[in-house]
């Protein structure tokens, strides 16, 4: 079993920066996608950023230029760099992964359980 652990969330004024990090657990061979997700109120779950294994990214074109995603391997952990946020940033965010488990042949996705970010005045 893998399990995400999302942190960083809160509570922040327009204009201003947050950073989430979400770790990755458990029975790990390989991850394969890292990325992000969120969901605001009365809403869809929205795409935002994902990145490879090998650094490769791709962004939501709402977030291009104010969010960056980035990842460390050795720590099976993905984060997203929030800058110039704006009351409509306001949403639950959710990391996602595409896990190679140990002894298996294919990947999986895993969902973390979201944190909140909240762009008020």
């Known amino acids: 079993q893998v399990q995400l652990v999302e942190s960083g969330g809160g509570w922040v004024q327009p204009g201003g920066s947050l950073r989430l990090s979400c770790a990755a657990s458990?029975?790990?061979?390989?991850?394969?996608?890292m990325g992000w997700h969120r969901q605001a109120p009365g809403r869809q779950r929205e795409f935002v950023a994902t990145?490879?294994?090998?650094?490769?990214?791709n962004y939501a074109d709402s977030v291009k230029g104010r969010f960056t995603i980035s990842r460390d391997n050795a720590k099976n952990t993905v984060y997203l760099q929030m800058n110039s946020l704006r009351p409509e940033d306001t949403a639950v965010y959710y990391c996602?992964?595409?896990?190679?488990?140990?002894?298996?042949?294919?990947?999986?996705?895993?969902w973390g359980q979201g944190t909140q970010v909240t762009i008020s005045s």
């Open positions: 996602y992964a595409g896990v190679r488990s140990l002894g298996y042949n294919y990947d999986s996705s895993y």
């Open positions: 458990g029975s790990i061979g390989s991850i394969n996608v």
């Open positions: 990145i490879t294994h090998s650094g490769g990214t």
